[in-house]
Each structure stands twice: as C-alpha cells, then as structure tokens.
Nanobody, 119 residues
C-alpha cells in the first residue's frame, strides 16, 4: 500500500511563492507517475502538473511558466514549486502516485494541503 504525505501549503500574498512536497512510502517510487492536482471550493479536482517515471513533464495551461514539478527518487519525494501565485491558485492541493501493472491502473492519493493566496 502506497502512502503519500503532502506538506508546504499555507497562506501567501499574490505574487508570492510556495514549495509543496509529497513523500511516498510503501512502494517503488521510481516506477510511479507523480502528479499534483488541486480542488477549489465548488469546483472539480483538476490536474496541475505531472512527472513520469522517466521525468516527462506536463503542466496545465493555467500554471505554465509559474509552477515547476520535480522529483527526487533518492528521497521518494515530488515537489511543486509555485511562483507568482494568484488568488485563483487557492485550493487544496493533492499529490497522486499512479502506475500500471499487468494492464491494471493503480492510483493513490495524499490527504491534501491547503494553499491560500490572498492579500
């Protein structure tokens, strides 16, 4: 069973920065595609950024040029560096680990960390 623990959320002013971390345990981190998702009040959860096991990257258009996803396989950790934050970035941010084995998709979620961008 894979467990994910996010940290690094908080309150920040518009234009500020935060770095989220997600530590994985209980599995083989190097095979996972790791993703950051977010869910604002009254909205559906959306993909923010994703990094594959081979470090291919994907970003939502709304965060391109401002957010950077990275991974440290030695620490079983994925990061989300968020710069130039905007009020519309306010949401609960979730980490997800995904992999495929014998044709079956597996996905595991963290508990989420709140990010609030406000003056």
């Amino acid at each position: 069973q894979v467990q994910l623990v996010e940290s690094g959320g908080g309150l920040v002013q518009p234009g500020g920065s935060l770095r989220l971390s997600c530590v994985a345990s209980g599995g083989i981190f190097t095979i996972y595609t790791m993703g950051w998702y977010r869910q604002a009040p009254g909205k559906q959860r959306e993909l923010v950024a994703r990094i594959s096991s081979s470090s291919n990257l994907m970003y939502a258009d709304s965060v391109k040029g401002r957010f950077t996803i990275s991974r440290d396989n030695a620490k079983n950790t994925v990061y989300l560096q968020m710069n130039n934050l905007k009020p519309e970035d306010t949401a609960v941010y979730y980490c997800k680990a995904a992999y495929e084995r014998l044709g079956t998709q597996y996905g595991y979620w963290g508990q989420g960390t709140q990010v609030t961008v406000s003056s």
